[in-house]
Structure formats: structure tokens, C-alpha cells
T-cell receptor
Framework: GNSVTQMEGPVTLSEEAFLTINCTYTATGYPSLFWYVQYPGEGLQLLLKATKADDKGSNKGFEATYRKETTSFHLEKGSVQVSDSAVYFCALLRKGAQKLVFGQGTRLTINP | NAGVTQTPKFQVLKTGQSMTLQCAQD?????MYWYRQDPGMGLRLIYY???????DKGEVPNGYNVSRLNKREFSLRLESAAPSQTSVYFCASSDNPGQGDYGYTFGSGTRLTVV
């Protein structure tokens, strides 16, 4: 079946540190891949996405590259800020499917 | 602002009471979804509606019913609330599922406590 596995959290970093949140997937064919962010007390927001192999999604300083050979879509940011503290969800959509498959989420806390 | 609107934002129910969570979107999206999010962060799909007039079960449909009233509105009903249904409920909508180039828009959530 289709599934998404994220690195377990919580992740705690200092401001200006480099961030990587790992995401790997299992799916038939070539799914589209997404990262969503949930700030405290809010719903999820689309952060970035990639629809085919080797595509790079980017937004707000975050990047993720669709790696077909390693079935991965790791989220990275070069210098995190306190305002990046949130829960991050990786997700996939198989071609022809009706709904997203979400990972379990990774809580990120950035300390000043 | 365009988006997904959920009401109410907070609700406390007694065990056995019923209530309906409302969701409306103004983006002319075809598909709508109801999720619950429990402590520990994960999202679980309750029901979804791929188009007006259709609904399908998700991972955890027991104890819930839904109605796709029209293209804009998708409600979730708890007929007899139980403490296990204490959760945060999110509605979402999307357009063109299956095209591979889309995303969900989420509402801000309803925080439900069943005592």
C-alpha cells in the first residue's frame, strides 16, 4: 500500500541551525509529494510540493527534492528561526487517487 | 478571505449528546474531507466527499455521519458522543484530485471535548 514515514520527533534546534526532517514514502507509480506545516492552534497549510522526480519544491526558505531512487522527500532549511516552530507533515498523492496520505508529523521547536 | 470555514471553534459535550460540525468552502472545490487529530499529532481521515452528492468512509468512520449538503458545505455529525471522540476536527477541501498537482486547504479546526 501507499505510506509515508517521517523521522520521529520532537526535534529541538537553536536559532540559525540547519534543519533536515526526513521523509520516505512507499507508493506505486510516481506520486506527487507535499510538505504541510501546522502552527500552534491552527490548521495545516501547504508549505511546498513536487510532482515529478528531481523536482525541487521551495517556499519560505524551505526546500525539498523529490528523489525517486531513494523514495525520499526530505525537508531542509539553511537557517531556522523561532517562528518556524510548528508540526511538519509529509504527504503523498498517488496518481488517480482521491486523497492524500499523511505521515505522522514531526514537531519542531526552535529555541532563541 | 477565501478558504475553509469551520464552526464552532470550541465545543464541550456530555456523553450521549449529539452535535453537527459545520464546514463551508468558497473556492469552488469538488472534494471535501473530515479529519481528526489526536494528541500525538497524526491526522486520521473520517469521511470524504469526492463530489457533490457522494460520500465515502475513511479510516475511522465509526460513530460519525456526514452530509454533503451542496458543493460548498460538508457537515460531520456525532449522533451519540463518546469520550473517545474528544479530538480536534479539521475540514479540508481540494480541487482536481488525481491530477497530481493540487493541495488541500484546511480549516482552522473545531476543538471538541466529550465529558
Amino acid at each position: 500500500g501507499n505510506s509515508v514515514t517521517q523521522m520521529e520527533g520532537p526535534v529541538t534546534l537553536s536559532e540559525e541551525a540547519f534543519l533536515t526532517i526526513n521523509c520516505t514514502y512507499t507508493a506505486t507509480g510516481y506520486p506527487s509529494l507535499f510538505w504541510y506545516v501546522q502552527y500552534p492552534g491552527e490548521g495545516l497549510q501547504l508549505l511546498l510540493k513536487a510532482t515529478k522526480a528531481d523536482d525541487k519544491g521551495s517556499n519560505k526558505g524551505f526546500e525539498a527534492t523529490y528523489r525517486k531512487e531513494t523514495t525520499s522527500f526530505h525537508l531542509e532549511k539553511g537557517s531556522v528561526q523561532v517562528s518556524d516552530s510548528a508540526v511538519y507533515f509529509c504527504a503523498l498523492l498517488r496518481k488517480g487517487a482521491q486523497k492524500l496520505v499523511f505521515g505522522q508529523g514531526t514537531r519542531l521547536t526552535i529555541n532563541p | 478571505n477565501a478558504g475553509v470555514t469551520q464552526t464552532p471553534k470550541f465545543q464541550v459535550l456530555k456523553t450521549g449528546q449529539s452535535m453537527t460540525l459545520q464546514c463551508a468552502q468558497d473556492m469552488n472545490h469538488n472534494s471535501m474531507y473530515w479529519y481528526r487529530q489526536d494528541p500525538g499529532m497524526g491526522l486520521r481521515l473520517i469521511y470524504y466527499s469526492a463530489s457533490e452528492g457522494t460520500t465515502d468512509k475513511g479510516e475511522v468512520p465509526n460513530g460519525y455521519n456526514v452530509s454533503r449538503l451542496n458543493k460548498r458545505e460538508f457537515s460531520l455529525r456525532l449522533e451519540s458522543a463518546a469520550p473517545s471522540q474528544t479530538s480536534v476536527y479539521f475540514c479540508a477541501s481540494s480541487d482536481n484530485p488525481g491530477q497530481g498537482d493540487y493541495g488541500y486547504t484546511f480549516g482552522s479546526g473545531t476543538r471538541l471535548t466529550v465529558v
